[in-house]
């Protein structure tokens, strides 16, 4: 168990659709990233977040969009979802300290996407 | 750019026997390298990682990786394999830019299957 807790873990929806996935790092942890995974694609950096700011951003659509909130936890929403959305979508969250950021993540075991 | 490659998508060796797996990486800075597992319906679990030192670093599972810099590799291994090690191996490269990033950048993955 990593710690870091993903809901939902399965999720169905139409073409045209919006979803949103959650994402509770580890305790602790102020740096939040979300990943999506494909068969075609591999493991792509979608964003991340530290306390509450976007850091950094990947190949993220712009149909896509993340925030942090206060309490750490981060949403990823998904609107106007296309087949090719259909995908593994996981969170991760690393240690932030005050000197060098190891870039060690941690990750959920993610939300699964289908889009019919 | 940085990149990764795993140039094996899939691997079966036979329970008992060694294995290594590929992993070549570009990167224009010092990298933090790291191997990770992910067993189906799973997340990825941290295999090992390297920071600096010494280029031969011990993993959890019996997984060991040597980094190679003038080779620009980062190759797993394991002297005698598992049947439970049957799962997906992710290798990654990232850095420390001073704390402000640290999102990691996959393979495309090396799917192992062990044989009894």
């Known amino acids: 168990d990593s710690g870091v807790t993903q809901t939902p873990k399965h999720l169905i929806t139409a073409t045209g659709q919006r979803v949103t996935l959650r994402c509770s790092p580890r305790?602790?942890?102020?740096?939040v990233y979300w990943y999506q995974q494909s068969l075609d694609q591999g493991l792509q950096f979608l964003i991340q977040?530290?306390?509450?700011?976007?850091?950094a951003k990947g190949n993220i659509l712009e149909r896509f969009s993340a925030q942090q909130f206060p309490d750490l936890h981060s949403e990823l929403n998904l609107s106007s979802l296309e087949l090719g959305d259909s995908a593994l979508y996981f969170c991760?969250?690393?240690?932030?300290?005050?000197?060098?950021?190891?870039?060690?993540?941690?990750f959920g075991e993610g939300s699964r996407l289908t889009v019919l | 750019a940085q990149s990764v490659t795993q140039p094996d998508i899939h691997i079966t060796v036979s329970e008992g026997a060694s294995l290594e797996l590929r992993c070549n990486y570009s990167?224009?800075?010092?990298?933090?390298l790291f191997w990770y597992v992910q067993s189906p319906g799973q997340g990825l679990q941290l295999l090992l990682k390297?920071?600096?030192?010494?280029?031969l670093v011990q993993g959890i599972k019996g997984f060991e990786a040597e980094f190679k810099r003038s080779q620009s590799s980062f190759n797993l291994r394991k002297p005698s394999v598992h049947w439970s090690d049957a799962a997906e191996y992710f290798c990654?490269?990232?850095?420390?830019?001073?704390?402000?990033?640290?999102?990691?950048?996959f393979g495309k993955g090396t799917k192992l299957s062990v044989k009894p």
């Open positions: 991760a969250s690393s240690v932030r300290t005050s000197g060098a950021n190891t870039g060690e993540l941690f």
């Open positions: 305790s602790g942890d102020l740096s």
């Open positions: 977040y530290y306390n509450g700011e976007e850091r």
């Open positions: 990167y224009g800075a010092t990298p933090y």
């Open positions: 390297y920071f600096s030192g010494d280029t």
């Open positions: 990654a490269v990232g850095g420390n830019y001073g704390g402000s990033q640290g999102n990691l950048i």
